[in-house]
């Protein structure tokens, strides 16, 4: 089945450090990937997607590259603000099979420090 | 900017009883969604619905749920006979056609089961 393993938060860093959040997944196919992020007290915001292999999304300064031939989606920033403190959430749509649903990762929660 | 809006924000209730949360997805969409997300886990698709019909459901999605679309601007979750285990943040997320990917998210209502 689908799947998608994120690695375990909290990430807590300091103003204008870099960030690297892991994501891998599993799937049947060649899936779209996303990254989803939820501030405190709001609904899930889409972030960037990238939609095949190689293809870079980027948004806000945050960037991630579909590599098919690791399975991973790592989300990064090269100098985080305290207003990027979120939670992150890595997913996959299923490209080749009738579901349209997406699948998340468990949520990665950044802590951002002045 | 259109968004899709959920209500309550927050609603409590006692275990048995039937609660129906509410969403408006974006206009123009077609296609409808309900998640869920248990304190401190991961996101979980519930239900997905097309052409006034759910197209599919996942294994959490049990009798006790029903979805419906009473007059073509409300897209409501039906919890028959609620369950501590049902307390969670619902997410309702719509999505448009034409080969758009992106899945846009209301603000959740968390759902408390006492």
Not at chain 1, 18 to 45: K, R
Not at chain 1, 78 to 99: K, M, W
Not at chain 2, 35 to 64: A, H, T
Not at chain 2, 90 to 113: H, I, M, W
Request: aromatic letters at 12%.
């Amino acid at each position: 089945g689908n799947s998608v393993t994120q690695m375990e938060g909290p990430v807590t860093l300091s103003e204008e450090a870099f960030l690297t959040i892991n994501c891998t997944y599993t799937a049947t196919g060649y899936p779209s990937l996303f990254w989803y992020v939820q501030y405190p007290g709001e609904g899930l915001q889409l972030l960037l997607k990238a939609t095949k292999a190689d293809d870079k999304g980027s948004n806000k300064g945050f960037e991630a590259t579909y590599r098919k031939e690791t399975t991973s989606f790592h989300l990064e920033k090269g100098s985080v603000q305290v207003s990027d403190s979120a939670v992150y959430f890595c997913a996959l749509l299923p490209r080749d099979t009738g579901r349209r649903a997406l699948t998340f990762g468990s949520g990665t929660r950044l802590q951002v420090q002045p | 900017e259109p968004e899709v809006t959920q209500t309550p924000s927050h609603q409590v209730t006692q275990m048995g009883q039937e609660v129906i949360l509410r969403c408006v997805p974006i206009s123009n969409h077609l296609y409808f969604y309900w998640y869920r997300q248990i304190l401190g886990q991961k996101v979980e698709f519930l239900v997905s619905f097309y052409n006034n019909e759910i197209s599919e459901k996942s294994e959490i999605f049990d009798d006790q749920f029903s979805v419906e679309r009473p007059d073509g601007s409300n897209f409501t979750l039906k919890i028959r006979s609620t369950k501590l285990e049902d307390s969670a943040m619902y997410f309702c997320a719509s999505k448009g056609t034409g080969g758009s990917y992106e899945q846009y998210f209301g603000p959740g209502t968390r759902l408390t089961v006492t």
